[in-house]
């Protein structure tokens, strides 16, 4: 099946304490991306990849590190965590091989709780 | 830049139709996409529009006039399980840039 894998589903953690939500996706899609989404503000894009070894920063980088390492994952990691980062978080991939009329596919989520 | 704008919430009756609108002011735009988003789930596509006019697909549909910057999303007899958050999106080269949803209740 088709997928956009992320965990963990649901973390509560606490200030300046380093984490990563891992995302995996097996459709050998090129392009990835992390979203995080907000009462109010809606989806708001914090970094994509459009292959391996090449990250961009999205509208929301600041305090969020990625890495592309193989094409299938691609970790959110939060250096130092603080509760303005308490959040919503969306990993989504898409294959840019047919052009730019690709759907994005999302994961299920990541709610994360920074006390 | 894109700034993508649609209504914060909506209310309509079981069985009627709804339009959900979306305006965008955009450079680099390159399509539009509408997805759909129950509460706490991932957003799921619906729909995409990189020519004017309309596509239909059984219950929904969805516009767009590219020279006024505007698409919208019709619901067609609608059904309880079809309150919902619908996003409105579009593509400025390589990013996908979302509205801010529109929470659409459906009451018997």
């Known amino acids: 099946e088709a997928q956009v894998t992320q965990n963990p589903r649901y973390l509560i953690t606490v200030t300046g304490k380093k984490l990563t939500v891992t995302c995996s996706q097996n459709m050998n899609h090129e392009y990835m991306s992390w979203y995080r989404q907000d009462p109010g503000l809606g989806l708001r894009q914090i970094y994509y990849?459009?292959?391996?070894?090449?990250?961009d920063k999205g509208d929301v980088p600041e305090g969020y590190k990625v890495s592309r390492k193989e094409k299938r994952n691609f970790p959110l990691i939060l250096e130092s965590p603080s509760p303005n980062q308490t959040s919503l978080y969306f990993c989504?991939?898409?294959?840019?091989?047919?052009?730019?009329?690709?759907?994005?596919?999302f994961g299920d989520g990541t709610r994360l709780s920074i006390l | 830049g894109q700034n993508i704008d649609q209504p914060t919430e909506m209310t309509a009756t079981e069985g009627a139709i709804v339009q959900i609108n979306c305006t965008y002011q955009?450079?680099?735009?390159?399509?539009l996409f509408w997805y759909q988003q129950h509460a706490g789930e991932a957003p799921t596509f619906l729909s995409y529009?990189?020519?004017?006019g309309l596509e239909e697909k059984g219950r929904f549909s969805s516009f767009l006039s590219r020279s006024k910057g505007y698409s919208y999303l019709l619901l067609k007899e609608l059904q309880m399980k079809d309150s919902a958050s619908y996003l409105c999106?579009?593509?400025?080269?390589?990013?996908?840039?979302f509205g801010a949803g529109t929470r659409l209740t459906v009451k018997p």
């Open positions: 990849s459009m292959n391996v070894e090449v990250t």
């Open positions: 999106a579009g593509y400025n080269n390589n990013d996908m840039r």
């Open positions: 955009t450079s680099g735009f390159n399509g």
């Open positions: 529009n990189v020519l004017d």
């Open positions: 989504a991939s898409r294959s840019l091989g047919t052009g730019e009329n690709q759907p994005q596919h």
